[in-house]
């Protein structure tokens, strides 16, 4: 994999991971404000901001994807994956004040791994 194609990869899994959090805090603001006004969330959703550019974030992050399928092996790409669960993990628990606890991060940990070992024990095309 070139310097390139790992870039735009990683700038896909970036994307789908902020499209993801928006998305939920969205969701979230959602809910809130459907309880207080008494309208529809799927109404309030719909007319989100939060929701309507996480929505558009992660349509980008797609294309980015297709981008990196058309130049990395599957089986080497989609591992990348997991980078987006450490983001995801980090940024939910920072950002939208979820809590977390240790198995949650040891589980983490053995995903990482797990990308490592695929990574650096994938055969060359």
């Known amino acids: 994999m070139n310097l390139a ?11 789908a991971a902020t499209g993801q959090l928006m998305l939920k ?37 797609a294309v980015a994807w297709l981008v990196t399928l058309s130049r990395v092996p599957l089986s080497v790409a989609y591992p990348f994956n997991a980078v987006g669960f450490v983001a995801i993990l980090v940024a939910s628990s920072i950002i939208l004040g979820e ?20 990574v650096t024990t994938a055969p060359s095309h």
């Open 99 to 118: 809590r977390t606890n240790l198995w949650t991060w040891a589980g983490t940990l053995l995903v990482v791994s797990g990308l490592i070992v695929v």
């Open 5 to 15: 194609s790992f870039g735009i990869l990683l700038v896909a899994v970036a994307l």
């Open 25 to 61: 805090n969205g969701m979230n603001l959602a809910k809130t404000n459907s309880a207080e006004s008494g309208r529809s969330m799927i109404l309030v959703a719909a007319t989100s901001p939060w929701i309507l550019g996480g929505l558009v974030i992660f349509g980008v992050s």
